[in-house]
């Protein structure tokens, strides 16, 4: 049937329609590789900047602390604030050490004078302590700003990090628009081939049948036309 549909020219356009076929198989192939090739890549990206955003977070967490207490101890969270930075800076391991140790020496001083209970010495702790308090709180609340200068910084480096994942996103974006419009712009292509492989089989089919027709009117009238 092949090799009389070839002699009869009915196989005209079959192979069109053929190679469009297959290729509408490659454009679809396209598709699907394309698409996994962009979602490899940006998971891999989308990873690697949640890494780096990570990295920032316990500077970011301590800066927010520092903030809050920062804020605390200037009052502008009313008493219960400024309570909560008094008692944090009280019970913080340098003030406690550097009391002790002056209260200590200050004791010792007293003892060896024979004045270990007198009032004066009692009025000598605690001058010494609000000393110890003025000067140390100074020096607290500047480590403080330095922490919130540094979570700050972490912060940006946070957002840094949020405005490349955003680019990622646009980036693949575009790369699933563009091969989206490129395989729509492909498959547009197989269309025509494939209705110009059909037009041409239905021509020569027509043609066939128009051939056979004329000849059978031929013989019918005895070669009269």
């Known amino acids: 049937m092949g090799f009389l549909s070839g002699i009869l020219g009915l196989d005209a356009g079959k192979a069109v329609i053929k190679a469009s076929k297959k290729n509408d198989e490659l454009l679809t192939g396209l598709e699907t590789k394309g698409n996994q090739f962009i979602d490899t890549g940006e998971k891999k990206s989308e990873g690697a900047l949640n890494s780096a955003i990570g990295v920032y977070d316990p500077y970011a967490k301590a800066g927010t602390g520092a903030v809050n207490m920062y804020s605390n101890a200037l009052g502008l969270n009313g008493e219960a604030g400024n309570a909560a930075a008094t008692g944090a800076f009280q019970t913080g391991p340098g003030y406690d050490f550097a009391l002790k140790q002056g209260e200590q020496s200050a004791l010792r001083g007293a003892s060896a004078a024979g004045m270990l209970n007198s009032g004066n010495t009692l009025t000598a702790l605690n001058e010494y302590g609000q000393g110890v308090a003025n000067q140390e709180y100074g020096s607290w609340l500047d480590r403080l700003n330095g922490l919130t200068a540094t979570g700050m910084n972490?912060?940006?480096?946070?957002?840094?990090?949020?405005?490349?994942?955003?680019?990622?996103?646009?980036?693949?974006?575009?790369?699933?628009?563009?091969?989206?419009?490129?395989?729509?712009?492909?498959?547009?292509?197989?269309?025509?081939?494939?209705?110009?492989?059909?037009?041409?089989?239905?021509?020569?089919?027509?043609?066939?049948?128009?051939?056979?027709?004329?000849?059978?009117?031929?013989?019918?009238?005895?070669?009269?036309?």
Do not use: C, H, P
Request: glycine share 24%; net charge positive.
């Open 154 to 225: 972490a912060a940006a480096g946070q957002a840094n990090g949020y405005g490349g994942l955003a680019s990622l996103y646009q980036g693949t974006t575009d790369d699933r628009l563009g091969l989206a419009s490129g395989v729509v712009q492909g498959r547009m292509g197989v269309n025509n081939q494939m209705a110009s492989g059909q037009e041409a089989n239905k021509a020569a089919g027509a043609g066939l049948f128009g051939n056979i027709l004329s000849g059978g009117m031929k013989l019918a009238t005895g070669g009269l036309f």
